[in-house]
């Protein structure tokens, strides 16, 4: 199992959107620390980091999977309108 560890703006993302939004996505943030590399995630191109991102409807999970000592850093969370920019 991966240790999940979320930053503060991450965490300030989800707390600010809806309850039912909210939910879902810390279901699959839950679901990541037994499967890092769930069906459907991608690894971002261009990036100087190897950071991945995973659906949740309209919203984007990006994280960053660290092997070599089981963690899995929430970056970022966002809809995917505005997450990339």
Do not use: F
């Not at 039912?20 to 100087?48: D, H, M, V, Y």
């Not at 659906?55 to 660290?66: A, H, K, L």
Request: charged share 35%; net charge positive; proline share 4%.
């Amino acid at each position: 199992m991966y240790k999940i560890e979320i930053t503060k703006h991450a965490l300030k993302e989800i707390l600010s959107l809806p309850t039912k939004t909210s939910k879902l996505i810390s279901k699959t943030i839950e679901n990541l620390a037994s499967n890092p590399r769930p069906q459907g995630c991608k690894k971002l191109k261009g990036e100087k980091e190897y950071l991945w991102r995973v659906r949740v409807g309209d919203y984007r999970v990006i994280y960053d999977i660290q092997d070599k000592v089981e963690i899995i850093e929430i970056r970022k969370v966002g809809h995917r309108k505005h997450i990339y920019e």
